[in-house]
């Protein structure tokens, strides 16, 4: 199997059954113009998104890395009426590019993106007695990994569910003796969340436009 396959499968899934519309391209067309990474998740895993937040029956959703706010906005879409979606980003140019594209999506009285770095917003959220997130999507700085899954614990509750995004990198994480920060924070994490008796927990590998990655599926249960 190859890239070009995975690409062109990716393609005809996304395009028979996820029906990006014009502000999801939107998003993606204005944080390529203003020199964005092209890193955000792939239209059918948007729709994921969507989906385990529908499913869950999400009122407040907190994401860790914003980038240019495409996954914010599918996100967003599964609020139902009086809904939150709290993002944070620590570059303000994507934080930027992320309120104009929520903006532009008709989400701006529903999601707000936190400029800073996320450890500090989300030591504020605790702080603050923010009220519990019922998901929690994690795609910031792979290193901080552990750090997050710990403030995630705090910020949510029994019945929340945790998603983490490239857990898998090209299969590296599956090597102990990795040096790469980025690895040694998703299995330092994966150990966290493997010891921590107040959550269940599991992970999946995937193949398409974004390569060979992986996200892990968290149950906070107590
Ligand atoms: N969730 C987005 C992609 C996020 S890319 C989507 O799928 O559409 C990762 C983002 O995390 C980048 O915008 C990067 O600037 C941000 N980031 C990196 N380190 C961070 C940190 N310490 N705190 C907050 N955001 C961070
Ligand atoms: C990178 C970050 C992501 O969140 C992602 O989905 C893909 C790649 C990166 O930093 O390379
Ligand atoms: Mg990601």
Redesign the pocket.
């Known amino acids: 199997m190859t890239q070009q396959q995975w690409t062109a499968v990716d393609e005809y899934l996304s395009g028979v059954l996820v029906g990006e519309d014009a502000a999801l391209s939107a998003a993606l067309a204005t944080s390529k113009a203003a020199g964005l990474p092209e ?3 792939a239209p059918n895993q948007g729709k994921l998104l969507h989906l385990l937040a529908v499913t869950a029956g999400a009122r407040r959703i907190l ?10 906005i599918w996100l967003g879409r599964a609020l139902p009426a009086g809904g939150r979606l709290v993002s ?4 303000p140019a ?1 934080a930027a590019v992320a309120r104009a594209n929520l903006h532009e999506a008709g989400l701006e009285k529903v999601a707000e993106v936190r400029t800073g ?3 500090d917003s989300l030591a504020e959220l605790v702080d603050d007695g923010a009220e519990p997130f019922d998901l929690v ?1 994690i ?3 792979k290193p ?1 990994n552990p750090e997050y899954f710990r403030w995630a614990l705090k910020l949510t509750h029994p019945g929340s569910l945790i998603v983490i ?1 490239n857990v898998v990198r090209g299969g590296a994480v599956a090597d102990g003796q990795s040096t790469d920060p980025s690895v040694r924070g998703v299995r330092e994490m994966h150990e966290l969340i493997a010891a921590e008796p107040r959550v269940t927990a599991t992970a999946v590998q995937t193949v398409g436009v974004k390569g060979y990655d992986g996200f892990t599926l968290v149950r906070v249960i107590g």
């Open positions: 890193i955000a998740v994401e860790v890395g914003s980038l240019g706010g495409y996954s914010a944070l980003e620590i570059n994507h770095r996320a450890a999507f795609d910031a700085d901080s995004d």
